[in-house]
């Protein structure tokens, strides 16, 4: 099976006890083979930023250094692998950039878009937003 990269929405769900479809992330990870499960830079850096919002996190929210563990702790297990930007990101990206959705809810979903692709794995979302990307693998995480 194809390697799956992981959405922030699946991961912050996994990470946040709270969070209203943490059960649904657990569930899914678990049923995930080792090394099946993907972790990028631009979803680890987002994992640290929103964990420590305050808007978001409310009472919850946690340093840079603590989110960085809970990663840590999240790339120890063996379903979690890291992989690098793919070589073929930088061809794949502009052509998804085409679509007529303001830039700000476009950048980083291409981005990600254009990751799986490149790297010829399945992208992990609750997002339907996604859909608006022809050639993305998509997995749709539900409860």
């Given amino acids: 099976m194809k390697p799956c990269l992981a959405d922030v929405n699946v991961l912050m769900a996994l990470l946040v006890r709270h969070h ?3 059960e649904t992330a657990v569930r899914w990870f678990d049923g995930l083979a080792a090394g099946e499960a993907i972790l990028c ?3 680890q850096l987002a994992l640290i930023r929103l964990l420590g919002n305050r808007k978001i996190m409310a009472e919850y929210a946690v340093s840079a250094s603590v989110a960085w563990s809970l990663i840590e702790e999240l790339m120890g297990d063996e379903r979690m692998e890291f992989a690098p930007e ?3 990101v930088d061809s794949v990206l502009p052509k998804l950039f085409r679509y007529s959705v303001p830039a ?11 990751f799986a692709i490149a790297g010829q794995m399945r992208l992990a979302t609750f997002d339907r937003g996604f859909e608006q990307f ?8 539900s409860g």
Avoid: M, Q, S, T
Wanted: net charge negative.
């Fill in 86 to 88: 793919p070589a073929f």
């Fill in 134 to 141: 022809d050639a993305v693998d998509l997995e749709f995480i």
């Fill in 20 to 22: 209203r479809h943490h």
């Fill in 104 to 114: 700000n809810k476009l950048v980083g979903d291409a981005y990600l878009a254009a």
């Fill in 41 to 43: 830079r631009y979803v």
